[in-house]
């Protein structure tokens, strides 16, 4: 009886590489404030509440990854700076 597939070779990291070349990505911002959002503004990533209440703010440049789970918004500007810092955006 056979429970599962042997997926053979998995990289847990999934191919993700921080910019000094670690195999394993560093500095993850994961956002799952359902309403928040997240924006770029003076070179900073910034969560917002819902409410308006700066939930997080920290220099972008330092930022490897960002993940939003549920209803999370993104501005313009953290869509724009996101993909040339996160996974495949290089």
Wanted: with cysteine; glycine share 18%; charged share 20%.
């Amino acid at each position: 009886m056979s429970f599962g597939v042997d997926l053979g070779d998995i990289d847990p990291y999934g191919g993700i590489e921080s910019p000094d070349g670690d195999r394993a990505p560093t500095k993850v911002i994961y956002v799952g404030v359902p309403g928040a959002t997240v924006r770029v503004a003076a070179g900073r990533l910034v969560v917002d509440s819902p409410d308006g209440v700066t939930l997080l703010s920290v220099p972008a440049g330092h930022v490897h990854g960002l993940a939003l789970c549920g209803p999370v918004g993104l501005s313009a500007g953290a869509r724009n700076w996101a993909p040339r810092t996160t996974r495949g955006g290089r």
